[in-house]
């Protein structure tokens, strides 16, 4: 075993950040090890992903709730800046979450919602663009790093919005807009209208985990932009991949019969 | 109807690739269906035969002959299984009504191309489950006459292949089939199928190249999804060997698939579906090709597409409760 994989090992079942994010501001690069690149020398994000946090249950710190766990949540500062209106729609939002939630009718999750939900994705890459397959919904997200620009008319309609990419080093920045308001970012109602604006910022700091960063920014529903942070592991268990999870006819499986023999 | 506006900025807004609209007067698109606006169906009525044998055409780093790009099968959609350009049976529509069909070798030919006859060799009580969805489709007097598409559900294996274009990306290790509605990823190593009662509607696969043909066994497909709105179907029990060929120049690749179920058929069945690859040079085609160019102002021209999520099919296409009057 490498120096290297043997520090990534240590840092992954590290009891202080297993589980939970570094919190914005602390120095996430602890630990680093030899990532993976590609021919052309960028980083390699390839791979299945998954964070062990409880961040979809509530983007802020919680307390565990019946059929949640507690949460030390991944916002910087702790409180995302909800003007007082959309504090309201907030609250409504929570206390209506056993219905209301989008994810229940298994629509797209919506970015950077997708990225934290507790379920697999994979990343495909090749020097163009990173391909995110969901497992969760058959959904498929594009992150272009061809050098190409937001398309020149928006209508709002996308739900997981349009992602420009490039690099700043070895991070991956990209920026997203252009979404649909039919998205929640958790569990607790956490929501954004159709000016949701996000830039994410994607490194790996190891070979196994990747730090994801996200400003929200969104004047309709908060007062400021605002950070989240969350680590992502990489799934090497035996043979692991993705199942399709095409969640949204569920509830009419019993109408789509296979034909038997009587 | 996202896809619908998606469609009508293809078509109106945006910079599309496309030089000129290939309009095919006479020859009706799928009704309800964007393609029809776009110039409908581009119905191929014969095609090359595609050898399997060595690729001597450009390869990826990893040595995969490269295919990635938007594709499209040729011949027609999701209507009809076994006559494809003969429209749905029993279509009400006064476009179905009025259309001269002429002698059958007119059209395309089946996709099932053995055996011979063109027809899938159904057990008597399969050939009676078809037929009954078949009459239902246009009489939807219960829910199951519905076909899951109408609710964007993964059009599963072959139906993938003629629901709309699609996009092939490749990676080492994989190929990624981006559909309308679902991806699906072909594992190009030997890892085992999923356990075998995992059902899923685009079905577990394992592929490996030979020369120019790309290899794929399929398991776990939950088959719910039809063939075609023609009510044909396979069981949860079929097994798939596919290759699709690809010419060397690129241009054009063959599905030649053996679907065994011996639960519904007498014998297995080999469906061929013929395909070919979008160009820059290719008319606009929003039911084939959804490629839109990228914002790249001043630079190279980049195919790009948009949010691939399927909403079209969600209103009430397909169930005339009443014929439609001239």
């Not at chain 1, 095409?246 to 023999?261: F, N």
């Not at chain 2, 279509?91 to 070798?105: C, H, I, Q, T, Y």
């Amino acid at each position: 075993m490498s120096i290297g994989a043997a520090l990534a090992i240590c840092f992954l079942i590290s009891p202080a950040n297993a589980g939970a994010p570094a919190r914005a501001g602390g120095d996430s690069s602890a630990g680093v090890g030899k990532i993976p690149r590609l021919g052309s020398g960028r980083p390699d994000f390839s791979g299945i992903w998954q964070t062990t946090s409880a961040a979809d249950q509530g983007l802020e710190p919680h307390e565990a709730r019946k059929g949640a766990p507690p949460s030390a949540g991944i916002v910087e500062g702790d409180v995302i800046p909800y003007t007082p209106e959309a504090l309201e729609i907030k609250k409504k939002n929570y206390e209506a979450r056993a219905t209301a939630d989008p994810r229940l009718k298994c629509w797209t999750l919506g970015t950077p919602r997708g990225i934290y939900y507790p379920e697999p994705f994979q990343v495909l890459q090749r020097a163009q663009d990173l391909t995110l397959v969901f497992e969760f919904g058959d959904s498929v997200r594009t992150i272009h790093t061809d050098g190409t620009l937001h398309p020149a008319e928006t209508d709002h309609e996308f739900w997981l919005g349009d992602s420009r990419g490039h690099w700043e080093g070895d991070t991956l920045v990209v920026d997203v807009r252009d979404f649909n308001d039919q998205t929640w970012l958790s569990r607790a109602g956490d929501f954004h209208d159709e000016a949701l604006h996000v830039v994410e910022r994607w490194k790996l700091i190891d070979a196994n985990t990747i730090d994801y960063k996200a400003t929200i920014e969104d004047p309709k529903v908060y007062s400021r932009p605002w950070n989240i942070e969350v680590y992502l592991y990489r799934h090497r268990e035996k043979n692991f991949q993705l199942i399709e999870n095409y969640c949204y006819t569920q509830d009419y499986d019993q109408y789509y019969p296979i034909p038997k023999q009587q | 109807m996202m896809r619908l506006r998606i469609a009508a900025y293809a078509l109106a807004l945006l910079p599309v690739i496309a030089p000129a609209q290939q309009g095919q007067p006479g020859q009706p698109g799928p009704p309800g269906q964007p393609g029809a606006a776009a110039g409908g169906i581009s119905y191929e009525k014969r095609f090359p035969v595609i050898e399997s044998g060595k690729w001597t055409g450009k390869r990826l780093p990893d040595g995969q002959p490269d295919v990635a790009g938007d594709w499209s099968n040729t011949i027609a959609n999701h209507d009809n299984f076994t006559d494809p350009q003969g429209g749905i049976p029993g279509d009400p529509s006064s476009v179905a009504r009025n259309r001269k069909l002429g002698p059958r070798e007119e059209r395309a030919p089946s996709r099932v191309s053995d055996p011979a006859d063109g027809e899938l060799p159904y057990q008597p009580w399969a050939r009676a489950k078809q037929q009954e969805f078949a009459v239902g489709f246009f009489n939807a007097v219960k829910p199951e006459y519905i076909e899951p598409l109408a609710r964007c559900a993964p059009s599963g294996i072959p139906k993938s292949l003629y629901w709309h274009g699609y996009e092939i990306r490749q990676y080492p290790g994989y190929v990624l089939f981006l559909f309308g509605s679902g991806w699906r990823i072909i594992h190009l190593d030997d890892k085992p199928h999923l356990a075998a009662n995992i059902k899923i509607w685009n079905g577990d696969s394992r592929g490996h190249w030979e020369g120019n043909t790309l290899v794929v066994d399929v398991s776990n497909e939950n088959s719910k999804a039809r063939f075609a709105r023609t009510g044909d179907f396979a069981s949860e029990n079929v097994h798939i060997e596919e290759r699709y060929i690809f010419s060397s120049d690129n241009k054009r690749y063959d599905y030649v698939a053996t679907f065994t179920d011996p639960t519904v058929y007498t014998r297995p069945v080999t469906v061929t579906i013929p395909a070919r690859r979008w160009t820059l040079n290719d008319p606009k085609n929003s039911w084939h090709f959804p490629v839109v160019a990228a914002n790249n102002p001043g630079k190279e021209v980049i195919p790009d597409h948009f949010e691939r999520i399927c909403v079209e099919n969600n209103g009430g296409f397909g169930q005339l409760a009443v014929p439609q009057k001239n």
